[in-house]
């Protein structure tokens, strides 16, 4: 009897250790692949969409995340119109921010752009120059990490909320226009609706495009494209992501931010986005208390919609914007 009580004993300590060893190594992974998704590197490499990687490469995203190279571009603001110029936006405390502005007429309508993950401002061009065509002044912005602007990281919309801020409390101060429309794309949305929960931010209205309802949810979905399974190791990627960064990952939800917001918005999701799903975009819509509109683009994925369906788009962004005197 004792000898098989001590076989058990062995046992079931081998099965612990085993599992404590487990446990460690999926932390270890966790904080490892958090570190590489929210900071960038000069020796980073070349962001390539999910579904494009090979199988080697998907097996090393899982086990040690992939260190993307820091965002930038090679273009001057005069590509974008010969009334466009830099600005350096900063405050005591803050990241310098680095942004482009083109005033078109007199300059009374004033669009600020904000980019998504792993991106910049050269990203929304096409739709900068959508909305100065329809006679708005831009703003276009680079996120902390990104080109122009100081810092070598991302926070996935969470720390971007208050370059937001920062970046409205200038755009007043220095061009002073009548009406103010905020345009977020993905991280950039959500960035824009943590900016009004968080900072009380007040403007005319509201673009955003490709949100995602919860910071869980948008990297649950990036293990659903990697093809496996989310449970436990999305968790625990959030779980590191938030202590590196300072924050509760699990409280980072834009669908919680959105019930702050007070003024007319505007949703544009792409019926095919695996990303931030269509579902997890209308968790976002259904908390909004103020006017709203839904628009789904067909056969669209987690890209711009302004390239995927340039004519509906900017039918959509003109008549939101006609209904509500902007």
């Given amino acids: ?70 965002p930038s571009a090679d273009i001057a603001p005069a590509a974008l119109g010969e009334h466009c110029a830099s600005v350096r936006i900063a405050e005591p ?58 810092e070598a990281y991302t926070t996935i919309g969470y720390l971007e909320a208050d370059d937001v801020a920062v970046v409205l409390r200038y755009a007043r101060q220095h061009f002073a ?53 989310s449970f436990p190791a999305a968790h625990i990627l959030v779980f590191w992501g938030g202590v590196q960064a300072g924050f509760n990952g699990f409280s980072h939800n834009p669908a919680d931010y959105a019930q702050a917001v007070s003024m007319p918005i505007l949703f544009l999701h792409g019926e095919q986005d695996n990303r931030a799903t269509l579902q997890d975009a209308y968790h976002v819509f259904e908390a909004v208390q103020a006017p709203k509109h839904f628009s789904v683009f067909p056969d669209t994925v987690h890209e711009s919609h302004l390239a995927r369906h340039p004519e509906k788009w900017k039918s959509e962004v003109t008549q939101f914007l006609s209904d509500h005197q902007i």
């Fill in 177 to 229: 226009p009548e009406k103010v429309v905020l345009y977020g794309q993905s991280m950039g949305a959500v960035a824009v609706l943590r900016a009004i929960h968080s900072h009380a931010i007040k403007v005319d209205a509201v673009i955003v495009e490709a949100v995602f309802d919860r910071l869980l949810n948008t990297i649950k979905n990036r293990f659903d494209v990697l093809g496996v399974p």
């Fill in 93 to 150: 405390g803050s990241p310098s921010i680095g942004a482009w502005h083109c005033a078109v007429d007199d300059n009374q309508r004033l669009v600020v752009l904000f980019h998504g993950y792993l991106m910049s401002k050269s990203s929304l061009m096409a739709e900068a120059r959508a909305f100065m065509q329809a006679g708005f002044s831009v703003l276009l912005v680079d996120f902390r990490g990104s080109w122009e602007s100081s």
């Fill in 1 to 70: 009897m004792n000898t098989g009580s001590n076989k058990l004993k062995r046992f079931a300590i081998i099965f612990i250790g085993i599992l404590l060893v487990a446990f460690v190594a999926v932390n270890v992974f966790a904080y490892q692949h958090a570190y590489a998704m929210m900071n960038f590197s000069d020796q980073g490499v070349r962001a390539i969409k999910l579904e494009d990687m090979s199988l080697g490469q998907k097996l090393e995203a899982l086990l040690l995340g992939v260190n993307p190279s820091r």
